[in-house]
């Protein structure tokens, strides 16, 4: 008991988180701020890896819609008394329960740090890691036989709530951000789903005269990973248009059972031309997963 409170504590702090630093298009979908700049914080040592034996420090994140990462940085230190250079692989993991799903590896790829720098940001640019809606956890392991020296100094002033370290034998999570608070910066760009729209439900070729002024009905298809149900009403426009406040009852306008989306738009606010053969629909659910369909259009000439 004493840890799912623990855990739904954690997820209420992680979703004022992501409240207070993910506004709309944001680069940044983590940013703690830097640790401490001093050495300290836990180690990451690795004499005599084998097969899933390695030492991580990771962090859990949340993902409120689809994303693309781009950046991924750890507030990193390195002293190597060999004065050696090391390998750390920055990890995308699945969570698995409140911990990381080490079954789980979802992205993987190795930055090297030379023998001797200051806590500074390192890691990695210009990535194309999709990721779903979610929880995740970003690890850095060291997986060669090497150390890094107090590698993560803690004290990011924004830590992240739930964070984990693995040392090969034991795996301690529920750590309180203060002591541990690695820093972490992760970037990404918001990725538009697809989904199927179908314009004037029913009939085909879907003509549009432009002269008209009434109204086209645009369906927006459910599947089965897209509930048209969660649909922003206010968020979105169809050609330029933003919907009317007429319709909108669910309605299973293809029959396979899912109940889809019908949205009505003022033809004379359609920004078509008569030369168009498709036109867009555009939108967020209501968590503020964007989203985009097209369809095909016949502009009566
Ligand atoms: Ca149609
Ligand atoms: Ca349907």
Request: proline share 6%; net charge negative; aromatic share 10%.
């Amino acid at each position: 008991m004493k840890f799912s409170k623990l855990f739904s504590q954690s997820m209420f702090l992680a979703i004022m988180i992501l409240l207070h630093i993910v506004p709309a298009n944001a680069d940044y979908i983590v940013d703690t701020g830097p640790g401490l700049n001093e050495r300290g914080g836990s180690a990451l040592y690795n004499t005599t890896p084998v097969n899933g034996d390695f030492q991580f420090l990771a962090v859990e994140f949340f993902l409120d819609r689809t994303y693309t990462l781009t950046d991924l940085e750890g507030w990193i230190y390195h002293e190597d008394p060999q004065n050696q250079s090391s390998h750390i692989n920055f990890i995308i993991y699945g969570d698995g329960g409140n911990i990381p799903d080490v079954n789980n590896e979802l992205y993987n790829q190795i930055v090297t740090v030379s023998s001797y720098f200051a806590p500074q940001w390192h890691g990695l640019t210009g990535l194309n890691w999709t990721l779903s809606s979610g929880e995740y956890w970003l690890a850095f392991e060291v997986r060669q036989p090497e150390l890094l020296g107090n590698a993560m100094p803690p004290g990011a002033p924004n830590p992240q709530p739930n964070s984990a370290y693995y040392n090969g034998g034991n795996l301690d999570v529920g750590y309180l951000p203060e002591s541990l608070g690695y820093g972490v910066r992760i970037q990404g760009t918001v990725v538009s789903e697809q989904v199927s729209i179908d314009i004037k439900p029913g009939s085909f070729p879907n003509s549009i005269n432009l002269k008209s002024k009434g109204n086209v009905p645009v369906a927006i298809l459910s599947s089965p990973t897209f509930d048209a149900s969660t649909v922003d009403w206010g968020t979105v426009e169809f050609a330029g248009a933003p919907a009317l406040s007429i319709g909108g009852s669910p309605e299973d306008v293809n029959s396979d059972g899912l109940l889809d989306l019908v949205l009505h738009f003022s033809t004379q606010s359609l920004n078509l031309t008569s030369g168009d053969t498709e036109a867009c629909l555009t939108g967020k659910t209501l968590s503020g997963q964007e989203f985009k369909g097209c369809d095909s259009v016949n502009i009566v000439k």
